[in-house]
Every structure is written in C-alpha cells, then in structure tokens.
C-alpha cells in the first residue's frame, strides 16, 4: 500500500489492486500520514518504513500493547502444562 500511494495511485485503486475495502485504505493511509508527518514537519522517511520487516511496521500501525505481553498470557503460559 505504501509502494502504490507512493506512486500516486488512489484510494479507489489501491483498495481494488489489494482486493481491500476503501475504509481500510484510508484508515492506513491517515495512519500513514501521521507516522510520516509531525506537526507538517517530516517524521519519517517513506524509505523508512519500507526498509522495515512486516512485524515492526505492523507495531508502528498497531502501536497498543499486544495480548501476549498482558497478565492474562502470563497466566495461561505457566497453566499450559495443566
């Protein structure tokens, strides 16, 4: 997605290329505008981001605390054996 609105594609475009819905799209482009731009300064780069593999860019896009860092994975890994 980052490739093609980097090439100038549309919301309309990109959502039928990647065979997703056009409110996704644009969810991921706002997030992506934000991560690229602070207060109209530039944050990061474009390059930036895709030089990252996929679980480092999707904690960028997803930045709340994943379930396994929670009390309740803590619990269920030391039960597992049970």
Do not use: C, W
Not at 2 to 11: A, D
Not at 30 to 41: E, P, R, S, V
Not at 55 to 68: A, G, I, K
């Amino acid at each position: 997605m980052i490739i093609l609105k980097r090439q100038g594609k549309g919301v309309k475009t990109i959502a039928r290329m990647l065979d997703i819905s056009k409110n996704t799209v644009k969810t991921y482009l706002f997030k992506l505008d934000k991560l690229l731009t602070a207060n109209g300064q530039e944050k990061l780069a474009t390059e930036t981001l895709l030089s990252l593999d996929e679980p480092e860019l999707y904690m960028l896009f997803h930045p709340s605390n994943p379930s396994y860092k929670g009390s309740r994975y803590e619990y269920f890994k030391a039960n597992l054996g049970y």
